[in-house]
């Protein structure tokens, strides 16, 4: 049975990911959060067969180093960090500190029996577009936010740890995912609760910036196949959809796909961190998954059918301290 560790895992993609890898019961999983930004209710409503939720802070030491010595796992998932735009701009210096976890759990992976090394990154590395799509080979880096530098030090600590230790690792620079649990301050969770109460949807700027969106399952399934079949070892993919829509045209879907009598009022632009465009080359995230991504606008029915918003603390798991 193979041990595996997911890091964030009571976050949106990381639970999500997290009951997916449950629902094999060939696995055993534990889920490290320190519910700063995940959440309880987003923990899986699954049997606690084969997994156990631990209340841990990744960037402390102290806390991680007894999960991992005593659990020797086979795989992690590293997929905690301070997330959103707006919170990574007030937080600059928190930000930073998720620089110790890549390494506390890098360090802590090549100690134990840790096999390999799955690594959350961010489109956000790419900063302005120099070329679109964006290439994960030929693309630059050129993103001086505190966020994309951390990921791109994490890229470069996995790279390292690889040439000298030999562990072995995947990069997934994941473009906007969205989706049923996601938090209420990223873009479609934001603009859907505004629609379905009929509230004013707020854009900054014109609206004429760009994003693709990906739906959660499209992500977290390029993921387990990457893993399940030992796809881009020791290698980088992008994980998002392809479809370049203005933040404009999205919340114009959003209104229509819902029915709604809200209006589109425009604020001034964000200070930073909000790139005029953003669309990945996901060629090679198609032919892992073998089919097409679902469309937003299917994505977005998908989310009202299972019930967004009202999360509820979850019951069924003891909460557990490192």
Known sequence: MPKILV???????????????????KNYVVIVDDLSTGDLGKLPKLPITNWRFIKADVNDYKEMAPIMTSNQFDYVFHFAALVGVIRTQENPVKVLKDIDGIKHVLSLSKNTSVKRIFFSSSSEIYGDPVEIPQNVYTTPLNSRLPYAIVKNVGEAFMRSYKQEFDLDFTIFRFFNTYGPKQSKDFVISKFLLAALNNQDITIYGDGAQTRTFCYVDDNVDACLKAFYENQFLNDVINI??????????????????????????????????????????????KILLGRELIVVEEGIKKILEEGLFELKDFKGCKEEKS
Not at 12 to 20: D, I, P, Q, T, Y
Not at 250 to 276: C, F, N
Request: charged share 30%; net charge neutral; aromatic share 2%.
């Open 7 to 25: 890091t964030g895992g009571a976050g949106f993609v990381g639970s999500r990911l997290a009951e997916k890898l449950i629902a094999d019961t």
């Open 240 to 285: 998002g959809g392809n479809r370049e829509i203005t933040i404009l045209e999205l919340a114009e879907i959003i209104i229509r796909v819902t029915g709604s009598k809200s209006k589109i009022v425009h604020v001034d632009p964000l200070k930073d961190g909000d790139m005029k465009r953003r669309q990945p080359d996901n060629s090679d995230m």
